[in-house]
């Protein structure tokens, strides 16, 4: 077990090295853009020594969130159990229709015998 935790340690310091190698040259390459300072320095945030700060929500803050969350739910459910409104022709709709049908089909059989 010693060995493992040895060899992890030592990964740890290579890969940090590693990082910094990585952030040194990102530096200079900003440097050489804009010439301002580099971001990390401007940015002590960005470092892995700053510590990182939780966001939290007060208790009313969370009650208020599910609350809404409810009735977003419950209205989806209204809607989606709400029956689905049946549309109805009217008799002369009806036959303003099939009188249209019959003469596009008349006209079609039409040219189609003159074609013959």
């Keep these: 077990m010693t060995t493992n935790r040895a060899l992890l340690e030592a990964a740890l310091v290579g890969y940090q090295h590693q990082s910094d190698e990585i952030k040194m040259k990102m530096a200079e390459i900003r440097s050489i853009l804009g010439g301002k300072p580099p971001v990390a320095a401007a940015h002590p945030a960005d470092t892995d020594d700053a510590p990182v700060k939780k966001r939290t929500m007060s208790a009313a803050g969370r009650k208020r969130?599910?609350?809404?969350?409810?009735?977003?739910?419950?209205?989806q459910k209204t809607?989606?159990?709400?029956?689905?409104?049946?549309?109805?022709?009217?008799?002369?709709?009806?036959?303003?229709i099939a009188?249209?049908?019959?003469?596009?089909?008349?006209?079609?059989?039409?040219e189609k015998a003159a074609a013959q």
């Design 65 to 75: 969130i599910a609350a809404a969350q409810r009735k977003r739910w419950a209205a």
């Design 79 to 96: 809607v989606a159990q709400a029956p689905a409104k049946k549309r109805h022709m009217s008799a002369a709709g009806r036959k303003r």
């Design 99 to 110: 009188e249209a049908a019959r003469k596009r089909w008349a006209a079609l059989r039409a």
